[in-house]
């Protein structure tokens, strides 16, 4: 198993910044992605930016331009630089990995909890 748990989420003022951080852990073989959900209330969960463990990013269109995936797989910790947040950013923000553990080398999915960013108007 790999367990995930995020930090960073809070209340901040739109227009504001914020940095969530994930950490894996557990018997890890190798993580190939890590990446960035949310969702929001009322909506179905979207993907926000991903990171390969070559070091390629990946991000929603939309995003792009206020956010910031970084991070090392290997180091098993990714974050997600935030700014100039909108309350239509506030949702629940979940780490998810895309990888295997020991000893069979067959990846699997893998969430975290997910951590709440509120953003006010």
């Known amino acids: 198993q790999i367990q995930l748990v995020e930090s960073g989420g809070g209340l901040v003022q739109a227009g504001g910044s914020l940095r969530l951080s994930c950490v894996a852990s557990?018997?890890?073989?190798?993580?190939?992605?890590m990446s960035w959900y949310r969702q929001p209330p009322g909506k179905q969960r979207e993907l926000v930016a991903s990171i390969t463990s070559g070091g390629s990013t990946s991000y929603f269109d939309f995003l792009k331009d206020r956010f910031t995936i970084s991070g090392d797989i290997n180091g098993n910790t990714i974050y997600l630089e935030m700014t100039g947040l909108k309350p239509d950013d506030t949702a629940v923000y979940y780490c998810a990995a895309h990888g295997s553990t020991w000893p069979y080398p067959t990846n699997t999915d893998y969430w975290g909890p997910g951590t709440q960013v509120t953003v006010s108007s």
């Open positions: 557990g018997r890890i073989y190798r993580i190939e992605t």
